[in-house]
């Protein structure tokens, strides 16, 4: 690891750090607290790569811009935090619709509304997931480090690529403003996914065809392949239609199309799971809390593990249902009044206690209060 | 033109009589009945007349020998039912 | 149906259209009988085809609308958006791809509504974009409510005692807001409008065409302006060139579409100068 490149980074540096290393060449967005230091990473690293940045008007913008580019070939993201998510969401679903690949890193703040602009928050979990109206399936990704947010951003853009999908990078508002010293990956350490691209003629071509994995090949504009892409359901010619028939298979290829390859998104790391009778779960800022309440727990004897999740949608049930089986009692931590707890309550037997730790106060959640709730449900 | 959808031929029964010579060749233009939805916009533009509606108010040209190829007729369709048979 | 009479020439002319029309979508549109949202396509059609352009090379945006559905109809690589952001998509597109052509064609409850802000600030950064405006001073799709561009005491399903606002000029609010080239037309003035609608493409920074369209179904019918082809009429008696409105007074131009090439400027367009600063850090990294 010693020629590594060593860097002095923030967490919304790191971010445009991961994104350039996966093959970014174009960001457009709206600047606001706290994601800013990401447009302006973009702003200064992507013209010096013959890549392209541009302020839009607003985040509706930013977001259409984004789409815009990534069907002109573009691997393309935005970075924003709650407001900004909030007015993005119409677009996102577009994308969803039009499978369309892009990374949208929000980091959250405080809210809801203009809320705490400079605080810490996980509380946009849920709108990851269920953010734009209608039915499909969104894929969210959760750093908890400086290092861990190259990866993730990384990772983000793989996926979108892998399953022609918008990927959500959730950056907790401590992360995206810590600065560490940290290794960059060299060229060609982590793999790099790109869209696939159609390789029959024109003529044959079927813009959302429905392949064996589901994904649809997706050729950029100007190369030829002249198709309809619309927000408005459509056939897999790309052509608008009302007809159950049609319908059906659209939507089940939006779900499907991931939660028939959800191993290929799962992301999970355990912290002595091995023998433990409680586990605390966590994602984000939390889950580096929950890693020393750990190790001091064990120092006392306490037998205690942290499931943390990388992956928050789709959510890893089998993977949380597996490590949490032998266990008597779970902690779900939170910054928030409890989203993912919901998702572990469903996905975990009746005969698991499980309890929650949840802040909303714009603060972190330290080692000292989740080894407080441990005593507690001791 | 190979598109089944393209004829001239309209109602036979409302078209009325022309001293076109059909010797010379079809039409001046190609009236495609699927797509016009009679509108009647060629019909009012028209400055020298050659249309008629038939009796679903879709164009007959009732006057071919006034066409004088000004194009109104065609530049105005917004269904794109009409094209130029001239030379 | 090709005669030994029809010429090389006519062949072309009639061709013309399935040339560039999407195949496997055909014909007809969803529009309404005599709406003049056809009519501005086969201008654009035709506008196209003098120009020689690959079709390959050209992406045609739009949003949401009945001028919007035009894009699904045409065989070029269409995108159809969201409600009024289709500036921002196409800016997108130009952007990552500043050798295709892009067209956006717009209504006015679109582009000047909820797309108000992409509209003026697509002009101020001056993309090479070209814009197709079809006002029809209505929202058509959606039955005939009030738009920005209803005129005041004008009459329709959300203004049913008349117009209390005032509307928008969406050519001057694109030469206000810094678009280089500003051309208006109408459906009347078909030919014409083909020749704006070349020229705005051919420019090189934001161009705006602004296409006075009718909407008898709703704005003619609740408005007393009659049939399509009676609101198209109108259109050619209520237009004035712009060179002799230059000589007209304010009142004399009251009620009067002024139509012509409006507004053209000169300036650097933002995708060029962009490239610049890429060429100038090449390798800065």
Redesign the interface.
């Given at each position: 690891m010693a020629d590594r490149k060593r860097v002095l980074v923030m967490g919304n540096h790191a971010v445009v750090e991961g994104a350039i290393y996966a093959g970014l060449n174009f960001y457009a967005g709206y600047p606001i607290t706290p994601s800013t230091e990401v447009a302006e990473g973009c702003a200064r690293e992507l013209p010096k790569i013959g890549g392209r940045f541009i302020q839009m008007e607003d985040e509706i913008g930013s977001i259409a811009a984004v789409v815009g580019s990534s069907v002109a070939g573009a691997k393309s993201m935005t970075a924003t935090s709650g407001p900004g998510y909030s007015l993005m969401l119409e677009n996102i679903g577009y994308a969803y619709m039009t499978e369309v690949p892009l990374v949208v890193c929000n980091v959250q703040r405080g809210g809801p509304s203009t809320g705490l602009p400079t605080k810490v928050s996980q509380a946009d979990t849920m709108q990851a997931k269920w953010g734009p109206h209608g039915d499909y399936t969104a894929i969210a990704v959760a750093p908890s480090t400086i290092e861990d947010t190259v990866t993730e951003t990384i990772r983000a853009f793989n996926l979108a690529e892998r399953f022609r999908t918008p990927v959500t990078i959730l950056l907790d508002e401590v992360i995206a403003h810590s600065r560490a010293i940290i290794n960059l990956p060299e060229p060609g350490e982590i793999d790099i996914y790109n869209r696939v691209k159609p390789t029959c003629s024109p003529e044959e071509f079927i813009p959302f065809e429905m392949t064996e994995n589901l994904v649809s090949a997706m050729p950029a504009y100007g190369e030829g392949y002249r198709y309809v892409v619309t927000g408005l359901t459509h056939d897999p010619m790309g052509f608008t239609t009302n007809k159950p028939s049609e319908i059906f298979p659209k939507l089940d290829k939006l779900r499907n199309k991931i939660m028939n390859y959800r191993e290929e998104t799962v992301k999970i790391r355990t912290e002595q799971m091995e023998d433990a009778e409680i586990a605390f779960v966590a994602y984000g800022s939390v889950s580096r809390a929950a890693l020393q309440a750990v190790d001091l727990a064990r120092k006392a004897g306490v037998k205690v593990g942290m499931v943390q999740l990388y992956t928050i949608w789709p959510f890893p049930e089998k993977q949380v249902k597996e490590l949490c089986a032998n266990c008597r009692k779970v902690i779900v931590g939170e910054l928030n009044m409890g989203q993912i707890v919901h998702e572990v309550r469903r996905v975990l037997p009746g005969d698991i206690e499980i309890h929650t730790l949840q802040r909303y106060d714009g603060e972190i959640l330290t080692p000292l209060q989740l080894l407080e709730k441990l005593e507690e449900v001791l | 033109?190979t598109?089944a959808g393209?004829s001239n031929k309209a109602d036979p029964l409302s078209k009325p009589q022309s001293k076109y010579d059909y010797s010379?060749?079809?039409e001046p233009l190609?009236i495609n009945m699927?797509?016009c939805?009679?509108?009647?916009?060629c019909i009012?533009?028209c400055p020298k007349q050659v249309f008629e509606p038939d009796r679903d108010g879709k164009p007959v040209q009732a006057r071919p020998e006034n066409c004088t190829q000004c194009?109104i007729c065609?530049?105005?369709?917004?269904?794109?039912?009409i094209?130029?048979?001239?030379? | 149906m090709a005669t030994a009479t029809t010429s090389e020439k006519a062949k072309q002319k009639s061709d013309i259209f399935l040339k560039y029309l999407r195949p496997r979508k055909g014909m007809p549109s969803v529009w309404c009988a005599g709406c003049g949202n056809g009519i501005v396509m086969t201008a654009i059609i035709r506008a196209i085809d003098k120009l020689g352009l690959s079709k390959d090379n050209i992406v045609m945006v739009s949003g949401i609308g009945c001028s919007s559905r035009m894009p699904i109809y045409l065989d070029f690589n269409a995108l159809h958006t969201t409600h009024g952001r289709a500036l921002p998509f196409a800016t997108g597109v130009k952007f990552a791809r500043p050798d295709l052509k892009v067209i956006v064609v717009t209504g006015d409850g679109d582009a000047l509504a909820i797309g108000g802000n992409h509209f003026i600030h697509a002009c101020r950064r001056n993309i090479d974009i070209t814009a197709i405006l079809i006002n029809n001073n209505i929202y058509g799709m959606t039955g005939g409510q009030g738009s920005p561009t209803t005129p005041s005491a004008a009459f329709s399903t959300t203004t049913p005692y008349g117009n209390a606002e005032k509307h928008f000029d969406p050519s001057a609010l694109a030469a206000a807001s810094g678009a280089s080239y500003v051309a208006r037309s109408t459906v009347y003035h078909a030919t014409a409008m083909e020749k704006l609608i070349g020229e705005a493409i051919s420019h090189r920074g934001f161009s705006l065409v602004e296409a006075v369209s009718n909407c008898h179904t709703y704005y003619g019918r609740l408005n007393r302006q009659g049939d399509p082809v009676t609101m198209i009429n109108s259109f050619k008696e209520k237009s004035v060139q712009v060179t002799k409105a230059k000589k007209m007074s304010p009142e004399e131009l009251k009620g009067k579409i002024v139509i012509g090439k409006l507004h053209e400027v000169d300036t650097t367009e933002f995708c060029d100068v962009y490239q610049s600063t890429v060429d100038r850090l090449d390798g800065r990294k």
């Amino acid at each position: 690891m010693a020629d590594r490149k060593r860097v002095l980074v923030m967490g919304n540096h790191a971010v445009v750090e991961g994104a350039i290393y996966a093959g970014l060449n174009f960001y457009a967005g709206y600047p606001i607290t706290p994601s800013t230091e990401v447009a302006e990473g973009c702003a200064r690293e992507l013209p010096k790569i013959g890549g392209r940045f541009i302020q839009m008007e607003d985040e509706i913008g930013s977001i259409a811009a984004v789409v815009g580019s990534s069907v002109a070939g573009a691997k393309s993201m935005t970075a924003t935090s709650g407001p900004g998510y909030s007015l993005m969401l119409e677009n996102i679903g577009y994308a969803y619709m039009t499978e369309v690949p892009l990374v949208v890193c929000n980091v959250q703040r405080g809210g809801p509304s203009t809320g705490l602009p400079t605080k810490v928050s996980q509380a946009d979990t849920m709108q990851a997931k269920w953010g734009p109206h209608g039915d499909y399936t969104a894929i969210a990704v959760a750093p908890s480090t400086i290092e861990d947010t190259v990866t993730e951003t990384i990772r983000a853009f793989n996926l979108a690529e892998r399953f022609r999908t918008p990927v959500t990078i959730l950056l907790d508002e401590v992360i995206a403003h810590s600065r560490a010293i940290i290794n960059l990956p060299e060229p060609g350490e982590i793999d790099i996914y790109n869209r696939v691209k159609p390789t029959c003629s024109p003529e044959e071509f079927i813009p959302f065809e429905m392949t064996e994995n589901l994904v649809s090949a997706m050729p950029a504009y100007g190369e030829g392949y002249r198709y309809v892409v619309t927000g408005l359901t459509h056939d897999p010619m790309g052509f608008t239609t009302n007809k159950p028939s049609e319908i059906f298979p659209k939507l089940d290829k939006l779900r499907n199309k991931i939660m028939n390859y959800r191993e290929e998104t799962v992301k999970i790391r355990t912290e002595q799971m091995e023998d433990a009778e409680i586990a605390f779960v966590a994602y984000g800022s939390v889950s580096r809390a929950a890693l020393q309440a750990v190790d001091l727990a064990r120092k006392a004897g306490v037998k205690v593990g942290m499931v943390q999740l990388y992956t928050i949608w789709p959510f890893p049930e089998k993977q949380v249902k597996e490590l949490c089986a032998n266990c008597r009692k779970v902690i779900v931590g939170e910054l928030n009044m409890g989203q993912i707890v919901h998702e572990v309550r469903r996905v975990l037997p009746g005969d698991i206690e499980i309890h929650t730790l949840q802040r909303y106060d714009g603060e972190i959640l330290t080692p000292l209060q989740l080894l407080e709730k441990l005593e507690e449900v001791l | 033109m190979t598109d089944a959808g393209i004829s001239n031929k309209a109602d036979p029964l409302s078209k009325p009589q022309s001293k076109y010579d059909y010797s010379k060749g079809p039409e001046p233009l190609e009236i495609n009945m699927k797509w016009c939805k009679a509108c009647n916009i060629c019909i009012a533009l028209c400055p020298k007349q050659v249309f008629e509606p038939d009796r679903d108010g879709k164009p007959v040209q009732a006057r071919p020998e006034n066409c004088t190829q000004c194009t109104i007729c065609w530049v105005h369709c917004p269904d794109l039912a009409i094209t130029s048979n001239y030379k | 149906m090709a005669t030994a009479t029809t010429s090389e020439k006519a062949k072309q002319k009639s061709d013309i259209f399935l040339k560039y029309l999407r195949p496997r979508k055909g014909m007809p549109s969803v529009w309404c009988a005599g709406c003049g949202n056809g009519i501005v396509m086969t201008a654009i059609i035709r506008a196209i085809d003098k120009l020689g352009l690959s079709k390959d090379n050209i992406v045609m945006v739009s949003g949401i609308g009945c001028s919007s559905r035009m894009p699904i109809y045409l065989d070029f690589n269409a995108l159809h958006t969201t409600h009024g952001r289709a500036l921002p998509f196409a800016t997108g597109v130009k952007f990552a791809r500043p050798d295709l052509k892009v067209i956006v064609v717009t209504g006015d409850g679109d582009a000047l509504a909820i797309g108000g802000n992409h509209f003026i600030h697509a002009c101020r950064r001056n993309i090479d974009i070209t814009a197709i405006l079809i006002n029809n001073n209505i929202y058509g799709m959606t039955g005939g409510q009030g738009s920005p561009t209803t005129p005041s005491a004008a009459f329709s399903t959300t203004t049913p005692y008349g117009n209390a606002e005032k509307h928008f000029d969406p050519s001057a609010l694109a030469a206000a807001s810094g678009a280089s080239y500003v051309a208006r037309s109408t459906v009347y003035h078909a030919t014409a409008m083909e020749k704006l609608i070349g020229e705005a493409i051919s420019h090189r920074g934001f161009s705006l065409v602004e296409a006075v369209s009718n909407c008898h179904t709703y704005y003619g019918r609740l408005n007393r302006q009659g049939d399509p082809v009676t609101m198209i009429n109108s259109f050619k008696e209520k237009s004035v060139q712009v060179t002799k409105a230059k000589k007209m007074s304010p009142e004399e131009l009251k009620g009067k579409i002024v139509i012509g090439k409006l507004h053209e400027v000169d300036t650097t367009e933002f995708c060029d100068v962009y490239q610049s600063t890429v060429d100038r850090l090449d390798g800065r990294k």
